[in-house]
């Protein structure tokens, strides 16, 4: 087994990755005439310098280029629309091999603990971290615990959707950040040596986004997946500096929206 390749995804221990799988996963209410264009955000992911951008396996083939682009590539290896309302599912739609040869430098996989398909996806997840590790590939987990009556937002179920990661052998977790500092530092915790990344989630206003991140990463976060908060965004460059300074240098909010002047 070769060693696993997390450094490569890492500045300074942490990570800031642009995320464009909402394509498959919203619909395209997400985009606009600018934004559904994905070579805005293979150029926007270059020209900021970010850990890595993450599409489907489509995106990738037509619109990132080994020999051209610099910015590690994720490929999320499985996916669902928000057409069907049951119970959720997100079946595995790519192979590690294929995204080895498309030239991922990491893959990713949604996990929905609780749902009556959790035992399916633990498979599908084992045999993905299985295959990626002995390539000495990173794997990341979308830790999203679902189900009826399961309150998403609890720190309870932050915290167990953080130790399904490192259980099941995840490199990275990518979890919710409710705003509960102790409790989310209690989910760190509960992660132990797999690396926490808060979900970008929903846009909104500037300042609220990097004030919440600022709290995760306060919180002992190692950074963020993000994506309609810097691609729905007016600048999507500037913003993903702004994002850089709190989780690279520790700025606060006030200093790192210079960064957008």
């Not at 642009?18 to 985009?31: I, M, T, V, W």
């Not at 002995?134 to 309870?156: F, H, Q």
Request: aromatic fraction near 8%; proline fraction near 4%; include cysteine.
């Amino acid at each position: 087994m070769e060693k696993i390749q997390i450094s490569k995804l890492q500045t300074n221990g942490k990570s800031v990755f642009l995320a464009y799988d909402a394509g498959l996963e919203h619909g395209p209410s997400d985009f606009n005439l600018k934004n559904c264009d994905p070579q805005l955000i293979v150029d926007t992911a270059e020209k900021a310098k970010v850990n890595g951008v993450i599409f489907q396996h489509g995106i990738a083939e037509k619109y990132y280029k080994r020999n051209k682009h610099q910015v590690p590539l994720i490929i999320k290896l499985n996916g669902k629309t928000k057409l069907h309302k049951g119970e959720p599912y997100s079946p595995q739609i790519c192979s590690v091999d294929r995204a080895v040869r498309l030239g991922a430098d990491a893959v990713g996989y949604t996990i929905y603990a609780g749902s009556k398909y959790e035992s399916i996806m633990f498979k599908e997840f084992s045999l993905i971290v299985e295959k990626a590790h002995k390539l000495g590939m990173p794997v990341i987990l979308w830790s999203y615990p679902r189900c009826p009556g399961l309150n998403e937002d609890a720190t309870e179920t932050i915290a167990y959707a953080a130790r399904v990661a490192l259980e099941t052998g995840a490199d990275f977790a990518k979890i919710k950040f409710n705003r509960d500092l102790e409790g989310f530092k209690w989910a760190v915790k509960c992660a132990g040596k797999t690396k926490v990344v808060m979900v970008g989630g929903s846009k909104g206003g500037d300042i609220d986004f990097l004030t919440k991140l600022s709290e995760a990463m306060k919180a002992g976060a190692s950074g963020i997946a993000v994506g309609r908060n810097i691609w729905q965004h007016d600048n999507p460059v500037k913003i993903l500096e702004a994002v850089k300074e709190i989780v690279y240098n520790n700025k606060t909010p006030k200093v790192a929206l210079k960064k957008l002047k």
